[in-house]
């Protein structure tokens, strides 16, 4: 997995990223390698490193410690999250001397020093929210608390995304809302992705991929079309910045970047000598 994880940095680092946002588990597994991946990307990359922060299980003091830690390795951006509970079937409950939520998490890391924070929002509605607008609101609330800009979750019906963005605007919230773009890699496990997050997942999408689970080079085909024609028919609405989410992958999301005209840097060279 480490292994995967430096060919996707090297493979992606050439295109010039405004930040590379590094994840773990929603359930905090895998929190203190995400941390020591983030300090790595600091030390040999030029690319800023947006380091995924929860409030799950956690006490504020120990949340506060990775903070001081991110601050003190010269980390900039963190990405704010509540996080789910370790069981999916249950509900998330903050720890007794913890964060609350994620708008309590971002006014916490704003107490602490300048940072880039980031939030996400949910064009198709967050599993635990009872609406879009109850989304709306929470959105809100993390934005009003110091948040710089929001990344959605990841979504394949484009007027879901305009849709919400809108609504956002009219009610006050002027921070970029950058959208998700999920390249499918493995069609089955999305389906696994979409059902814990929320995400639609289109009939017309579900026959593209439909008989191709032993076929993965056509996969990669399809789901490049798939992604290039959704930044393309963003673009057209003034949609000039996008979240990828690779999952490690590095190939498509190149491919769906070449497409949109843009290119590698020309002689970009990681930090430990790396092409």
Known sequence: MQRQLWHSIERLAPLDPAFMSVTYGADGSTRDRTHATVRRLLTETAVPP??????????????DAVVRDYQTAGVRHIVALRGDHPDA?????????????????????????????????????????????????????????????????????????????????????????????????NFRKLRGFAAKCGAVIPSWLARLFEGLDDSPEERKLIAASVAISQCEKLCEYGVTNFHFYTLNRPELTRAICHALGVRAVSEYTLKNGAA
């Open 50 to 63: 947006a380091a995924h922060l929860t409030c799950v299980g956690a006490t504020r003091a120990e949340v």
């Open 89 to 185: 079937k249950d509900a998330f409950t903050p720890h007794p001397e913890g964060y609350r939520n994620a708008a309590d998490l971002v006014a916490g890391i704003r107490k602490q020093g300048e940072f880039d924070i980031s939030v996400a929002a949910y064009p198709e509605k967050h599993p635990d929210s009872p609406s879009v607008q109850a989304d709306l609101d929470n959105l809100k609330r993390k934005i009003d608390a110091g948040a710089n800009r929001a990344i959605t979750q990841f979504f394949f019906d484009n007027d879901s995304y305009l849709r919400f963005l809108d609504t956002a605007r009219a009610q006050g919230i002027s921070v970029p809302i950058i959208p998700g773009i999920m390249p499918v890699t």
